[in-house]
């Protein structure tokens, strides 16, 4: 079963980073894209990224860029997104799902989603 | 940037009527629109993409059309499994997400 496993909820202070891990399964890891889209309470979906797992190419939204960060390990397929100078507004739920690449793509597995609290 | 307008924002429906909803981009993204339903506490699910092809094992009362600039969901027979939060996207640059369409139970 095709499947992106989310790491566990996070409470963080003000001005401090988070880094959100996504487990890939049942699929070859390098072959696709993973993407970073988060929803803040009530609002709507905002997509903050891409990364490419075969290369490490990434491509940021310009709202993120200098506060995110796209990496991955290929050896336990695994995606993780590190975002930095954390603020209030950045409470929300952060889902990584999967595309294909380049122009034209759709996001046909995502993960459970991890809720990132920014609370002082 | 390229905008993605969706309306209406909400709207109000019963089972079996059929549902219209819009995504409108701020300049032409040819056919690379996707579309996705979100129920709350749950991640979001492909409907469409590719602006009308479905997405396998989503139901046929689903359908996509349009291209450019001008973009539509339908939901030809409402079910109530259907209520949720339904989202356009573009991925012809960026891949923003428009603002979102609540259908709910009237």
């Known amino acids: 079963q095709v499947q992106l496993v989310q790491s566990g909820a996070e409470v963080k202070k003000p001005g401090a980073s988070v880094k959100v891990s996504c487990k890939a399964s049942g699929h070859t890891f390098s072959t696709s894209d993973i993407n970073w889209v988060r929803q803040t309470t009530g609002q709507g979906l905002e997509w903050m990224g891409w990364m490419n797992p075969s290369s490490g190419d990434t491509g940021y939204a310009q709202k993120f860029l200098g506060r995110v960060t796209m990496t991955r390990s290929t050896s336990i397929s695994t995606a993780y997104m590190d975002l930095s100078s954390l603020r209030s507004e950045d409470t929300a739920v952060y889902y990584c799902a999967r595309s294909g690449r380049g122009v034209g793509v759709s996001f046909d597995i995502w993960g459970q989603g991890t809720m990132v609290t920014v609370s002082s | 940037d390229i905008q993605m307008t969706q309306s209406p924002s909400s709207l109000s429906a019963s089972v079996g009527d059929r549902v219209t909803i819009t995504c409108r981009a701020s300049?032409?993204?040819?056919?690379?629109l996707n579309w996705y339903q979100q129920k709350p506490g749950k991640a979001p699910k492909l409907l469409v993409y590719?602006?009308?092809s479905l997405q396998s094992g989503v139901p046929s009362r689903f359908s996509g059309s349009g291209s450019g600039t001008d973009f539509t969901l339908t939901i030809s027979s409402l079910q109530p499994e259907d209520f949720a939060t339904y989202y356009c996207?573009?991925?012809?640059?960026?891949?923003?997400f428009g603002g979102g369409t609540k259908v709910e139970i009237k």
């Open positions: 996207q573009q991925s012809y640059s960026t891949r923003a």
């Open positions: 300049q032409s993204i040819s056919s690379y």
């Open positions: 590719a602006a009308s």
